[in-house]
């Protein structure tokens, strides 16, 4: 089994085991201890501050980070799984479930940041494929453990596909000597992570826009049933993956990610308004479309994510925390709305519903087109980009691979061999090779007529 398929079946474990953490816990956990919907959302939140807290710890690590996660993805886990075996030994305690709730919202934080640091190193067609592949993959397997547990605990299940996940993990992370390349102090990474949100802020919102009618929506629907709504989710896992495959691998269209989560939203609010005049198997559908868009907007933000790295995987797995975080804390807001609307106007749940995402949804629209949302970093975005095409289109004309690509991008910005060794973290000999597989393909001789002939594609001089 090579290393791409390993890392799709692992990711697949990691995905099927979290359905049962933070997308419904009470098929781990005691239906009675979580009968305040509250409660059963409590999850997401320390989840998601654990996803921004791993940017930070990103950023810091010194050495390639995989190690590290590793490690503290399986401490996690072990302190988890500890609680969640005391939890039933105490016949549901309140406290130990809740810290075991809490603890393994954290690991799967830790493990979550794991697999995307794995992840963003991929070229990007192969990207696409660990993303179309696990999701439906990570159904698959969720259905097939729901069928063979039936009516009992989950816990089990969700332990050994956490022990399957770390195994393969194990696996394919690579333990690098070479030091990532880390910014001076605590003040420099505050800048950086103020950039990222200063670029990719609206992403944030259009997200957690599409997560928090998700939300709402999973709210109307508590009466249902665990297991239907649970269901539903992850066919609305399958459909994304569906999706993007028939648009990548079908039609063959060119997908710009950013724009694709734009058009989402005014799909899901079309969905909306047809809430309050539809039957039930009808709110179903309109449920698994908000969450079908939400989750192709996650899959879609990894490849965002490893687009603004630019070939260096720190930089885009700490723009991956730092976003899919905040998205997540939007998307807790939306368990608790409804509920407090109702409270307030005495609105029956399904106008209430309609009148909160269609508000949320058309916030997210109107943001991008209001002044202060145009940041000082437009210029800079833009001129990156004017460069990028230019690299792009001479990676075209002379055929070059992906990972060519991406070391041509990196020695344009000014970064030298050992440089660039670290950031794709692969030996300086890789790198050589590469750089003499670019001089042939471009037929130059020297890192300055290579250069040279970049600075003349971007300014358009004819060659």
Same mark, same amino acid.
């Given at each position: ?49 654990? %996803? ?118 194990? $696996? ?14 605590? $003040?420099?990474?505050? @800048? ?20 928090? =009618? ?10 249902? $049933?665990? =297991? ?25 269209? @060119? ?13 899901? $609010? ?20 908000? %969450? ?13 994510? @490893? ?76 001129? %990156? ?47 050589? %090779? ?30």
């Amino acid at each position: 089994m090579n290393r791409n398929a390993r890392l799709i079946i692992g990711y697949s474990f990691f995905v099927a085991a979290n359905s049962f953490t933070l997308r419904e816990p009470t098929l781990m956990f005691s239906a009675d201890l979580l009968s305040h919907e509250w409660l059963r959302a409590a999850t997401y939140l320390p989840f998601a501050l654990a %996803t921004i807290a791993m940017c930070f710890f990103v950023l810091r690590s010194k050495k390639d980070a995989s190690r590290s996660l590793l490690v503290a993805s399986v401490a996690s886990f072990l302190v988890g799984a500890a609680l969640l075996v005391a939890s039933w030994a105490l016949s549901g305690e309140l406290f130990v479930s809740v810290l075991s709730m809490i603890v393994l919202a954290c690991y799967c934080a830790i493990l979550f940041t794991a697999w995307v640091n794995e992840a963003v190193r991929l070229e990007k067609n192969d990207l696409w494929i660990y993303l179309i592949s696990s999701s439906i993959l990570a159904a698959l397997i969720h259905f097939l453990c729901v069928a063979f547990i039936g009516d009992a605990s989950a816990a089990p299940a969700f332990l050994v596909l956490s022990v399957l996940s770390l195994s393969l993990l194990l $696996g394919v992370s690579k333990s690098e000597n070479a030091i990532a390349p880390t910014h001076p102090s605590w $003040g420099a990474d505050l @800048r950086f992570v103020w950039q990222i949100i200063s670029e990719k802020g609206l992403l944030i919102l259009y997200l957690g826009a599409l997560g928090f =009618v998700s939300s709402v929506s999973r709210m109307v629907l508590w009466e249902e $049933g665990i =297991v239907l709504l649970s269901s539903v989710e992850m066919v609305s896992v399958v459909l994304a993956g569906v999706v993007l495959f028939f648009a990548l691998f079908v039609i063959r269209a @060119r997908v710009n990610a950013e724009e694709t989560i734009l058009c989402l939203i005014p799909i899901v $609010g079309l969905f909306c308004l047809g809430i309050p005049l539809a039957s039930d198997p009808l709110h179903l559908a309109a449920f698994g479309a908000s %969450t079908t868009a939400f989750t192709t907007g996650l899959l879609l933000l990894q490849v965002v994510c @490893r687009d603004y790295g630019r070939g260096d995987a720190r930089k885009a797995v700490a723009a991956y925390c730092l976003l899919a975080g905040f998205v997540c804390v939007l998307n807790v807001l939306g368990f608790y709305a409804l509920d407090a609307l109702n409270s307030e106007s005495g609105l029956s749940e399904y106008m209430a519903s309609v009148f909160i995402c269609l508000f949320v949804l058309l916030l997210a629209l109107l943001v991008d087109r209001l002044p202060f949302s145009k940041t000082r970093f437009e210029e800079a975005e833009a001129e %990156t980009a004017s460069e990028n095409a230019a690299i792009a289109n001479l990676a075209q004309e002379y055929g070059l691979t992906e990972r060519e690509r991406e070391v041509l991008e990196l020695m344009a910005n000014g970064r030298n061999i050992p440089a660039i060794a670290k950031i794709l973290y692969v030996s300086e000999s890789t790198v050589r %090779t590469h750089n003499k597989h670019i001089f042939k393909k471009m037929n130059v001789h020297t890192r300055q007529e290579c250069l040279d002939l970049v600075a003349a594609s971007g300014t358009g001089v004819k060659r």
